[in-house]
């Protein structure tokens, strides 16, 4: 009688280069986007107490120094949100031609013209309520709030963004950016849709950061819930009909099948956003000396990549790339 053989997967393990081989997926500083909190005032490198490592930045000496290590690292791209000098029921500052991101924009393109600049499209970080929108009767007016995302997308190109990204989850935001964007001469700018965006819990220390909690009641009312996949395919898809050049999932870590759902439905590029919530979690559990952060963050980011993701928004990139030199070293 015949024994069966015995397979060996474990060969293709014995050695790192083996293992660096047959490797799947493999993470780069070209796969992330870093994202960037710009505040106004001079020297300003403030620490977000609930985000190590992450800092509000002025826009001068401050702001060019992070930049510069970013480049340094071979990383791309940067995403851009502001904190407003002041706030009101619409958010002024945000569709500014001299509001903070739009200067920030200004400053960056003019010492790196390749870089390539992602800017968030919200109303929150500059409303005095803190929603997403225009609230009327204590509800975000939708169609009242398109306008001004649309002019908020044609500020930030008009200073020098290469792709804007609506994040408020209001229906048609793609359309509307799309069709102000065309009609302002920027027909070659592109939309980095949030498209699938849950109300997590995991963004408590975002809100911190970009000062951006709402005043009154919750997002649920325009954020998705975090039970629904079928539904995040759908958001996706009609995002991707109104002319969106690459969608988002946000968060990441607790929603990896949404990611491989919504990877499966479309051929757009599709951007993962390591939110707030994760990255503070596991630099407060490293700092405990309860895991080991390289490896985690390595392992958590990979994840992302291989449930579909071509690129990633993490706090964690500059980390990520020094780590990755120090391997390929």
Request: glycine share 8%; aromatic share 6%.
């Amino acid at each position: 009688m015949t024994t069966p053989q015995i397979h060996r997967p474990r060969r293709r393990r014995r050695t790192d280069a083996l293992r660096r081989l047959v490797r799947e997926h493999q993470l780069e500083p070209a796969d992330f986007i870093q994202p960037l909190f710009v505040v106004h005032g001079e020297r300003v490198t403030r620490e977000v107490p609930s985000m190590p490592g992450v800092h509000q930045l002025s826009v001068d000496q401050s702001l060019d120094c992070e930049v510069e290590t970013v480049r340094s690292l071979g990383i791309p791209a940067v995403l851009l949100f502001g904190l407003p000098a002041s706030k009101d029921e619409i958010g002024s500052e945000n569709f500014a031609e001299d509001g903070i991101v739009q200067r920030a924009l200004r400053r960056i393109r003019e010492r790196h013209p390749d870089l390539l600049l992602f800017t968030d499209v919200c109303c929150c970080e500059y409303t005095s309520h803190g929603h997403c929108g225009v609230v009327r009767d204590g509800v975000v007016d939708n169609d009242a709030t398109l306008e001004i995302l649309g002019r908020v997308a044609v500020t930030h190109a008009d200073a020098g963004a290469d792709i804007v990204a609506p994040s408020g989850m209001m229906d048609g935001m793609v359309r509307a950016i799309r069709e102000a964007l065309d009609g302002a001469g920027h027909a070659d700018r592109g939309i980095l849709s949030y498209a699938v965006k849950y109300a997590s819990a995991y963004y408590g220390p975002f809100r911190e950061a970009a000062d951006s909690a709402p005043a009154f009641g919750d997002r649920r009312q325009y954020q998705m819930d975090p039970a629904n996949v079928r539904e995040a395919v759908l958001e996706a898809e009609l995002d991707e009909a109104e002319g969106a050049d690459l969608l988002m999932v946000k968060p990441a870590l607790a929603y990896l099948d949404v990611v491989r759902a919504v990877r499966e439905r479309t051929s757009l590029p599709l951007v993962a956003y390591n939110v707030s919530g994760e990255y503070s979690m596991i630099k407060a559990a490293a700092r405990l000396g309860w895991i080991d952060e390289r490896r985690v963050v390595l392992e958590s980011l990979t994840g992302m990549r291989r449930a579909g993701a071509d690129a990633i928004i993490s706090y964690h990139a500059k980390d990520v790339a020094r780590w990755l030199a120090e391997e390929a070293g």
